[in-house]
């Protein structure tokens, strides 16, 4: 078993920044794929990008390409996902999620999530 903790939301104005991060525990020489997700009331679970653990090859969604940075410390069994030029659209509940089974970008896919992290978008 793997658990995962997020933390770093909050309210940031448009086109400012913010850094989530997501520590893992338990089983942590099982990760492979760490991935951030992010949902709202009126949207399904979405993905936004993830790496994998040993290469740190990293993977993002079209709408965050170019302004998120996703990163990982082995060595502390801790992930970060950098928001950069934040906009309204990116206002969103952000899911840490490890270890999908297939389809690196299908939420369905993973076992292991945290618990959430609002982030706050203000126009």
């Known amino acids: 078993q793997v658990q995962l903790v997020e933390s770093g939301g909050g309210l940031v104005q448009a086109g400012g920044s913010l850094r989530l991060t997501c520590s893992a525990s338990?089983?942590?020489?099982?990760?492979?794929?760490m991935a951030w997700f992010r949902q709202t009331t009126e949207k399904e679970r979405e993905f936004v990008a993830a790496?994998?653990?040993?290469?740190?090859?990293?993977y993002y969604s079209d709408s965050v390409k170019g302004r998120f940075a996703i990163s990982r410390d082995n060595a502390k069994s801790t992930g970060y996902l950098q928001m950069n030029s934040l906009k309204h659209e990116d206002t969103a509940v952000y899911y840490c999620a490890a270890n999908p089974v297939g389809k690196i970008s299908s939420p369905a896919r993973y076992d292991y999530w945290g618990q959430g992290t609002q982030v706050t978008v203000s126009s």
């Open positions: 790496i994998t653990w040993s290469g740190g090859t990293t």
């Open positions: 338990g089983r942590t020489f099982d990760l492979n794929i």
